[in-house]
Structure formats: structure tokens, C-alpha cells
């Protein structure tokens, strides 16, 4: 079974600077990897996906996503945040094949202060 | 006008009513599914459906029941509520074939059980 890790329960970082969300996830299979992002009082939206080909993979509002197999990892970074991009952040993650059940990481919030 | 709509979009009700909340979607995917979100959880699988003639249970169906009454639609029921399940509750669908099992996400229920 696969499952996925976001350490960063919050992430505070100041308008303009850069930020790097971490996941980390775990599949003895080949992997599919997402990330969502929810808005306040919103449902998730899609931000960016990883499914084959390019280990970097752009996404909407300038945020992009690395695939590092040999680290199982998918960090989201963006070189400088705003205002605007305060919300709580999900990596999630499905396997090849099969029904593709799709496992969410717990979330990370990310605070954009003035 | 949204693609994946849900009803009511708050709730609050009292220990041991019925409830049901619905979820409708124009995105003309086969596949939907029901969502609880809870703080440090993230988002946890309650059921989720093929068509309308396959259901399946996801990871905490326990207290909850389901109805696939087309294709477009797919509803939540609670049986006789309890505090516990007071959380926000999400719809999603996905395509039958490609895209990875992408999600696409409803507005959200806010759910209060006193």
C-alpha cells in the first residue's frame, strides 16, 4: 500500500520569499503524484501532477513540483510567494494500475505574512 | 457554474437525526466519491462508486451509507449522527480511463453534530 508524508504541519514564510513544501512518499510500485491546493472555505483544486516523463513539473499560479525517485520525494517550491497563496497545500499520491486508490497526505498550511 | 456542486453547503443537526447531503457534477466522469476532511488528518476515503451500479466501500464507511441515483449524482447519508462526524465533507469525481485518478472536488459540507 502506498502512503504519503507531509512533515510541515504549518510553514510561515514573508511575501516575496521562497518556499519549498516537502512530501515524502512510500510505494513499492511506480507512483503518480499530485498536489492540491484548498483555498479557505473552498473544496481542493488541482495544482500540478506528476505522472510520467520530466522529473520537474510546472503548475498553475507559478508553483512547481520535483520528482526525485531515488528520495521518494515530490517537495513543491515557488520563488516567491504572495498574499494571495495562503491556503493549506495536499500532496497525494496513486500507484499504477489497478483501482488507483488515492492517498492524501495531512497537509500543510502555508502562511504568507506582509 | 461550478462542475461538482454539493448540498447543503453547512449543516448543523443534532446526535442520532438522519441526514443526507448531495453531490451533483457536469463533468460527465463515471467516478465519484465521498470525503471526510478532519484537522491533521487530511482527507480520508468513505465511499466511492464506479458507476451506477458499483459501490464500494472506502476506509471509514462505518456510520455512513451511500446512493448512486445516476450518473450525475451521488448522495451521503447518516444514518443516526454522532458527534464524532461533525467534519467537512467532500465530493470528487475523476475519469474512468487516464489522468492518473485526478480528483475534482466540490465546494465542501460543513457538518456540526451536536
Known amino acids: 500500500a502506498q502512503s504519503v508524508t507531509q512533515l510541515d504541519s504549518q510553514v510561515p514564510v514573508f511575501e516575496e520569499a521562497p518556499v519549498e513544501l516537502r512530501c515524502n512518499y512510500s510505494s513499492s510500485v511506480s507512483v503518480y503524484l499530485f498536489w492540491y491546493v484548498q483555498y479557505p472555505n473552498q473544496g481542493l483544486q488541482l495544482l500540478l501532477k506528476y505522472l510520467s516523463g520530466s522529473t520537474l513539473v510546472k503548475g498553475i499560479n507559478g508553483f512547481e513540483a520535483e520528482f526525485n525517485k531515488s528520495q521518494t520525494s515530490f517537495h513543491l517550491r515557488k520563488p516567491s510567494v504572495h498574499i494571495s497563496d495562503t491556503a493549506e497545500y495536499f500532496c497525494?499520491?496513486?500507484?499504477?494500475?489497478?483501482?488507483?486508490?488515492?492517498?492524501f497526505g495531512t497537509g500543510t498550511k502555508l502562511q504568507v505574512i506582509p | 457554474d461550478a462542475d461538482v456542486t454539493q448540498t447543503p453547503r453547512n449543516r448543523i443537526t443534532k446526535t442520532g437525526k438522519r441526514i443526507m447531503l448531495e453531490c451533483s457534477q457536469t463533468?460527465?466522469?463515471?467516478?465519484m466519491y465521498w470525503y471526510r476532511q478532519d484537522p491533521g488528518l487530511g482527507l480520508r476515503l468513505i465511499y466511492y462508486s464506479f458507476d451506477v451500479k458499483d459501490i464500494n466501500k472506502g476506509e471509514i464507511s462505518d456510520g455512513y451509507s451511500v446512493s448512486r441515483q445516476a450518473q450525475a449524482k451521488f448522495s451521503l447519508s447518516l444514518e443516526s449522527a454522532i458527534p464524532n462526524q461533525t467534519a467537512l465533507y467532500f465530493c470528487?469525481?475523476?475519469?474512468?480511463?487516464?489522468?492518473?485518478?485526478?480528483?475534482?472536488f466540490g465546494p465542501g459540507t460543513r457538518l456540526t453534530v451536536l
Open positions: 470528487a469525481t475523476s475519469e474512468r480511463t487516464g489522468g492518473a485518478n485526478t480528483q475534482y
Open positions: 497525494a499520491v496513486t500507484v499504477s494500475g489497478g483501482y488507483q486508490k488515492v492517498t
Open positions: 463533468k460527465g466522469h463515471d467516478r
